[in-house]
């Protein structure tokens, strides 16, 4: 009994453990070297949506401040797939635009399921195999309540619907805008539509209702009803206009009509998702994802011409940009609406970037690793240069630790010599002429050096005196002096000698922050236009760039700190040896004016 007890628990262990490390190297294909997780925030302080909306298109803002591997995928971006959280299940996807040059990327990916008031759903992006195909399929991308989807990411006469049903304009009079919102949009100067023609697809049934949305941003008040999109026949209508600055919303059956207007106003100058939906009975406006108003009306089935821009009667003109165009037949849920504007915007709460995860073992890569990745080309420029100096001020530093440490050790030998000879000075002079020796025997010492010089100087002015008694022999004090002077000259010499290259260390010491400074300073400026340029503001999106801009000072203080070191330790070895030549030439000069004067 007591080892069952003893081998249950362990064999749990055991097979708890395999499991977990099954899933910590869990990895969808072995082909696609990176990916990268992407999470959703549907708490009150994210997306605040506490319904489960189902297959909802998510839109994927991929840009520098969140994605720095654009080099790492192919230059169409076609090796990209996301994959579900169970790391198996390929999710519908496809690419609006991928830009390497530009670091930006808008892809659509289809959600099976959001889980309402919570931050526990996540889909995996896989990059990094340049032999993948093409797998983006853009009708897949919807269900089958999606009737027509027109991203305006064609030039004109060119396919605009994205979804299976292929619903073409058969007119389209607007400028196509290549940067809008989301990619591309559509201008409109108050005197031009897109008309798309009758179809099965693009009608209201009473029995499932429909669903219009778009994007807008306009410069000015609307002067009058402005019709963003209007689906009308035989006198009936269903319209989503802009009436000054407020959204409104209209539909016009065999009874009164019915006209909505919401209460609060749209900021002029900004992106705003406006929709309607009709459909059990009821009309509802959205504004920015928010229920805007909404009134019971009798729902009758409407299947003609749909007009963006204006009204089929060539009136209601609309004057401003345009984006991201959707018509569903059915209505759709208002956790729906708003988990497509709250993942569509400049500010997408949705939408969580997390970290990048390279196929090594299934491990993930380091926080530092990860940084790294994340440098811009500007912040390797100066890092290089860091390192040119940081190797260049260690050679600096390890050729002076070397030369001063042989000057040191060999003005100790000298000393030990020069003193045992304290009665006659000239004594090792006379004993290395006598035996041929030379410098080598006291290394680099300066002390020699010095005292080599002082005899010279001695010598010469001792030559010609009488030769009878050596203690006879004289020196002047204006000779002592001029030797004095002498032996002040050859140390300054000496002293800039042994400073000489400590001047790069200074500038590595104050310039290397500096530099590390500006390297931070331009990765920040190109972190933060990158976000601009994308409209991704979540601190994901952030963070990346600014901890890659930041390794760029850690590099200027990684060069800076060593060398402060390294010059305080050589400058106290230079200063002691100064200090012991300043000694050296006192009692020289004096052993000298007491032997000779």
């Known amino acids: 009994m007591i080892s069952r007890l003893r081998v249950l628990p362990l064999l749990t262990l ?18 696609w070297a990176f990916r990268k997780e992407i999470s959703f925030d549907l708490t009150p302080t994210g997306a605040d949506i506490s319904g489960a909306p189902t297959d909802v298109p998510v839109l994927i803002r991929l840009s520098l401040g969140n994605f720095q591997y654009f080099s790492d995928t192919k230059a169409d971006g076609s090796d990209i797939r996301f994959v579900a959280a169970d790391d198996k299940t390929p999710l519908a996807y496809h690419i609006e635009r991928f830009d390497p040059q530009s670091q930006i990327a808008f892809l659509w990916v289809r959600v099976p399921r959001l889980s309402g008031g919570a931050k526990t759903d996540k889909i995996l992006l896989y990059y990094g195999n340049k032999n993948a195909p093409a797998a983006a399929d853009a009708p897949g991308t919807y269900d089958a309540n999606q009737a027509l989807v027109y991203h305006f990411g ?54 499932k209702g429909s669903t219009l949305s778009a994007w807008v941003r306009f410069d000015a008040l609307e002067p009058a009803q402005a019709y963003i999109a209007q689906l009308a026949d035989q006198g009936r209508e269903l319209v989503l206009g802009i009436a000054g600055d407020q959204g409104f919303a209209r539909y ?27 459909g059990a009975g ?33 009136s209601n003109y609309y004057a401003g940009e345009l984006d991201e165009l959707e018509v569903s037949n059915i209505a759709r849920s208002a956790d729906w609406l708003k988990a497509a504007a709250r993942s569509q915007g400049l500010a997408a709460p949705l939408v969580v970037y997390g970290g990048d995860t390279q196929k090594e073992g299934g491990g993930s890569e380091s926080y530092f690793a990860t940084t790294l990745r994340n440098v811009t080309v500007d912040g390797w420029v100066v890092i290089g240069i860091l390192a040119v100096m940081f190797f260049a001020s260690l050679l600096i530093m390890a050729a002076k630790a070397w030369y001063l440490n042989d000057v040191a050790n060999g003005n100790t030998r000298f000393l030990a010599e020069f003193y045992k000879e304290s009665a006659d000075p000239a004594a090792l002079e006379k004993r290395a002429t006598a035996s041929s020796a030379n410098d080598e025997d006291v290394g680099a010492s300066t002390l020699a050096r010095l005292y080599q010089q002082g005899m010279r100087e001695t010598l010469k002015r001792l030559e010609g005196q009488s030769a009878g008694a050596e203690r006879a022999q004289v020196l002047s004090a204006q000779s002592i002096e001029a030797i004095r002077a002498t032996l002040d000259a050859g140390l300054t010499r000496m002293l800039q000698q ?25 990765g920040v400026m190109i972190t933060f ?69």
């Not at 400073?499 to 931070?520: D, H, Y």
């Open 529 to 597: 236009a990158a976000i601009a340029a994308s409209g991704d503001v979540n601190i994901n999106a952030i963070a990346p760039g600014i901890a890659a801009a930041l390794v760029a000072t850690v590099a200027g203080l990684g060069v800076a700190i060593p060398c402060l070191f390294g010059y305080n330790y050589l400058n106290t070895r230079v200063k002691e040896i100064g200090a012991d030549m300043r000694v050296f030439v006192d009692e020289f000069v004096t052993r000298i004016a007491e032997t000779y004067s």
């Open 154 to 207: 064609g030039q004109k006469g060119t396919a605009q619907d994205a979804t299976g049903y292929k619903s073409e304009p058969n007119s389209f009079t607007a400028e196509v805008n290549p940067a809008s919102l989301i990619g591309a949009g559509v201008k409109f100067s108050g005197a031009q539509t897109i008309s798309i023609p009758a179809a099965r697809a693009v009608h209201l049934s009473p029995a």
């Open 14 to 31: 055991a097979v708890l453990g395999t499991a977990w490390g099954q899933d910590a190297r869990a990895w969808w294909n072995g082909d």
């Open 282 to 314: 009821q009309l509802t406006l959205f504004v920015d994802g928010v229920d805007a108003g909404h009134a019971n009306v009798d729902v009758q089935e409407i299947g003609g011409t749909l007009t963006i821009g204006g009204s089929s009667a060539n």
């Open 252 to 278: 016009v059956g065999t009874g009164a009509p019915v006209t909505l207007v919401q209460v609060n106003q749209l900021t002029v100058a900004e992106w705003h998702h406006i929709a309607v939906r009709i």
């Open 498 to 522: 042994l400073n000489r290259q400590m001047v790069w260390l200074t500038v590595s010491i104050a310039g290397g922050p500096f530099l590390g400074l500006l390297g931070t300073v331009v």
